[in-house]
């Protein structure tokens, strides 16, 4: 059965850096957009990095959420469908649990709601403290 499995999650305080990896298992074909969404206690899930499946030598379309931008970065291994989350700088509303999440349509540099994907995995969580 296809899935999507993460890791990479931990404590850290305010200030450090996590690096979280995502791998998809089971998947003949590389799914077209990665990304990860965060959901905090309380709070809705939300978007906070996606990047597309690169196309011939061009590499794929990133996009981040606002609140990550210049902090986090987004990458994947070519050709297969292994994501990673560089998350520098880290602060203490960075706190949640971080979900990998695919779908077969491009995101085309945008951060889809959650609604609009359709594979997700299971979460590791992210505690930051002050």
């Known amino acids: 059965q296809a899935e999507l499995v993460e890791s990479g999650g931990g404590s850290v305080q305010a200030g450090g850096s996590l690096r979280l990896s995502c791998e998809g298992f089971?998947?003949?074909?590389?799914?077209?957009?990665m990304g990860w969404f965060r959901q905090a206690p309380g709070k809705e899930r939300e978007g906070v990095a996606t990047i597309d499946r690169p196309v011939f030598d061009r590499p794929g379309m990133t996009a981040y959420a606002a609140s990550v931008r210049g902090r986090f970065t987004i990458s994947r291994e070519n050709g297969k469908n292994i994501l990673y989350l560089q998350m520098n700088s880290l602060k203490p509303e960075d706190s949640a649990m971080y979900y990998c999440a695919a779908r077969n349509l491009y995101c085309s540099g945008g951060v889809p709601g959650y609604d609009d994907m359709s594979i997700w995995g299971k979460g590791t969580l992210v505690t930051v403290s002050s």
């Open positions: 089971g998947y003949s074909y590389s799914l077209l957009c």
